[in-house]
């Protein structure tokens, strides 16, 4: 499915926030919490634990943590903005930013 969903990646002008950024991420670091036997059900705690194992370096670390939360936050925004649970953001509309 990712090469599905990035086949055109940012030529898009609708990001499906959860499609696109918030399951691929959270895939990627429980696969990796599984493969490193980590027991951190919090996707921030599990990255700092990813980083003092040393497999992100602190720049990676915090840079994914820096991600996971301005999507998470985008995705709550346009909730409260759009009055229900919606993931679609067009990236030409300017309140998008």
């Known amino acids: 499915t990712y090469e599905q969903i990035w086949c055109h990646p940012f030529k898009e002008k609708i990001i499906d ?22 027991e951190e059900a919090n996707t921030l705690d599990l990255i700092g634990a990813l980083v003092k194992k040393e497999i992100f370096t602190a720049e990676s670390g915090f840079l994914l943590q820096e991600a996971v939360a301005a999507i998470y936050l985008k995705r709550v925004d346009l909730h409260f903005t759009c009055g229900e649970q919606k993931e679609e953001v067009n990236i030409e509309d300017p309140l998008s930013e």
Request: a neutral charge; proline letters at 0%; hydrophobic letters at 40%.
């Open 17 to 38: 926030l959860k499609k696109n950024y918030t399951e691929l991420l959270h895939h990627l670091l429980n696969d990796l919490s599984l493969y490193f036997g980590m």
